[in-house]
């Protein structure tokens, strides 16, 4: 195990990564105790039970040295990464036609105390996106709706919901994903918008939750040619600090969205992509694979070493992200094993059913 100096140690906190299997391995285990990443994140390749991903997210917090963000896509519809007996709610669009803040802050309680009672402490859910565009095929019925009034409202209401829960919330995808034609897993999209017309209208969703106190601003791997020419959102000192930080003057954390997606991996290396990251004001790095990971963590520590990564950058974004921890995760237990049994329970079926009476009206 690697001796790390205080500022890796800090550097290692700035990054959440996936890990392998339904449990906790000699290796997975060895990574995270040599590293100690900032968080980790679920997929459904980790979910089998809920008492074995509860057990799993023990062994993780026993292996950190710091409160650690066990983190998911847990969102209704066809993105939820965690099955039966998890309350199943259907995607964010049939909460923006019943217009029901008041059912979407219930279905985020009940999502939030379902994931808590795993060990999960933060979802990357609700989506600020607003369905501008029919063709676009990656947000679709995962947004709201198509108007800024009822994804802010639905939004918002999830925020609150979550937060009452002892959840860090989170938003995506900032600075909206919706009035794109392109999927960014798979290729680079490209917006126009100035930054006049997207406060007009796609940013609309994004102040609103900030005015409601959101922890975490998730970005989106879109090229603005109008805001800057040559750097997606994510690599984009110009928008991250200038605009998010400056001029919404948002001051808690930046996650990007997955480094490994084709929409910056196809086009950036994926070293100079963390470089920019960085520089551009990304408090936290999105690997979905613990190999990818480690390779990035490891590439981190050498532009550390050499100069590349100012130290001043890695001291701001994590007195950033321990202000989070120490407000939200520390002052909460985590469950005990008993506490899976509220999964899937008649009380929460109970609002999973309001919400598709509503859905038939």
């Excluded at 798979?186 to 209208?201: M, T």
């Excluded at 490994?260 to 004001?281: P, R």
Aim: overall charge negative.
């Amino acid at each position: 195990m690697a001796k790390r100096s205080e500022i890796e140690r800090k550097l290692g906190q700035m990054f959440v990564t996936g890990i392998p299997g339904t449990e906790m391995s000699p290796e997975t285990r060895e990574f995270l105790a040599d590293y100690q990443p900032g968080g980790v994140i679920y997929f459904a390749h980790n979910y089998d039970a809920p008492a074995l991903l509860w057990e799993y997210s023990e062994a993780i917090r026993a292996t950190m040295q710091i409160p650690v963000i066990v983190a998911v896509d847990h969102e209704g519809g066809k993105v939820q990464r965690f099955l039966r007996p998890f309350t199943h709610f259907p995607e964010p669009a049939v909460f923006g036609e019943i217009d029901s803040p008041k059912l979407a802050f219930e279905a985020a309680v009940v999502m939030a105390r379902e994931l808590r009672a795993v060990g999960v402490n933060l979802d990357f859910h609700p989506l600020c996106d607003i369905h501008t565009r029919p063709s676009n095929p990656v947000i679709g019925r995962r947004a709201f709706g198509t108007t800024e009034e009822i994804v802010g409202k639905m939004a918002s209401a999830m925020v609150r919901g979550f937060m009452a829960e002892g959840m860090i919330s989170c938003i995506k995808h900032f600075p909206g994903h919706g009035d794109t034609t392109v999927d960014s897993h798979l290729e680079l999209p490209k917006s126009e918008e100035s930054w006049e017309q997207l406060l007009d209208r796609e940013l609309k969703p994004f102040i609103k939750c900030i005015k409601s106190r959101v922890d975490m601003i998730m970005t989106a791997h879109i090229l603005n040619r109008a805001l800057d020419p040559k750097y997606p959102v994510t690599l984009s000192r110009e928008i991250l600090t200038g605009r998010l930080r400056g001029e919404l003057r948002f001051q808690r954390l930046i996650i990007t969205d997955d480094m490994l997606m084709d929409a910056v991996a196809k086009y950036w290396g994926k070293e100079e992509m963390i470089l920019l990251a960085i520089e551009a004001g990304a408090d936290i790095l999105l690997y979905r694979d613990i190999e990818s990971g480690r390779e990035a963590m490891d590439t981190a520590l050498r532009f550390l070493s050499q100069g590349k990564i100012k130290p001043e950058w890695v001291e701001a974004a994590h007195a950033r992200i321990m202000e989070v921890k120490e407000r939200v995760l520390m002052p909460r237990k985590p469950e005990p094993i008993e506490g899976v049994r509220i999964i899937g329970c008649p009380e929460h079926r109970q609002v999973l059913d309001r919400v598709l009476e509503q859905k038939r009206r």
